[in-house]
């Protein structure tokens, strides 16, 4: 079925240094994708959202980029810090068939060090 | 003002037993739903839920019955709970589709 995944389950980088978190997805009629944060004992929260119309979009410290040719979703950390630690979810829309929910990727564990 | 609460935090009991989960949004959405989250981390939908239309994930047992007294709450009930569903569910609401949807902080059910 269609599915929406990353290609590195787990990423160390260094506080200061730019985090890249990458995502491929597969289907292609989608319109509509968010980076969710999640921090350990909490729920999944908003960071950033991308249209399929949209190749860029640019939040604080945060840059999504996506590439629809190749069905590829990228979210940039600008100067990470250890508040940035946590796990990223990309996720797509799915149908109006489907109620609008979300198909979440398997999710990038961030770690910052010092 | 918490946007999307669900109770209880935790939850453990026994196989066998009925239980159920409340969520609760103040943001005037109007579709609710209800994820799976399971110990690798992954992130399922279960249930869509928008002006009394309720949209079912079919890999979803029919064990598990989303009730919704009204439109600020959809509830999650679960009959005879089974050792597989021990996992982190999560209540969310969106503004229909094309909105980005906000989440609760979870239930974490433990089924001994």
């Known amino acids: 079925g269609e599915s929406v995944g990353l290609h590195l389950p787990t990423l160390s980088v260094q506080e200061g240094d730019n985090s890249i978190i990458n995502c491929a997805y597969s289907?292609?009629?989608?319109?509509?994708f968010i980076w969710y944060k999640q921090e350990s004992g909490k729920g999944p929260q908003f960071i950033i959202d991308i249209r399929s119309n949209m190749d860029k979009r640019q939040g604080q410290r945060v840059t999504v980029l996506l590439n629809k040719t190749v069905k590829h979703l990228s979210l940039q950390i600008a100067a990470t810090q250890p508040g940035d630690s946590a796990v990223y979810f990309c996720a797509e829309n799915m149908s109006p068939n489907s109620g609008y929910a979300l198909n979440f990727g398997k999710g990038t564990s961030l770690l910052v060090t010092p | 003002d918490t946007a999307v609460s669900q109770t209880p935090k935790y939850l453990v009991t026994q196989m066998g037993n009925d239980k159920s989960i409340k969520c609760e949004q103040n943001?005037?959405?109007?579709?609710m739903y209800w994820y799976k989250q399971d110990s690798k981390k992954f992130l399922k939908i279960m249930f869509s839920y928008n002006n009394k239309e309720l949209i079912i994930n079919e890999t979803v047992p029919n064990r598990f019955s989303p009730k919704s007294p009204d439109k600020a709450h959809l509830n999650l009930h679960i009959n005879s709970l089974e050792l597989g569903d021990s996992a982190v569910y999560f209540c969310?609401?969106?503004?229909?589709?094309?909105?980005?949807?906000?989440f609760g902080q979870g239930t974490r059910l433990t089924v001994v």
């Open positions: 943001l005037g959405h109007d579709t």
């Open positions: 969310a609401s969106s503004h229909g589709g094309d909105a980005e949807a906000f």
């Open positions: 289907n292609s009629a989608s319109d509509y």
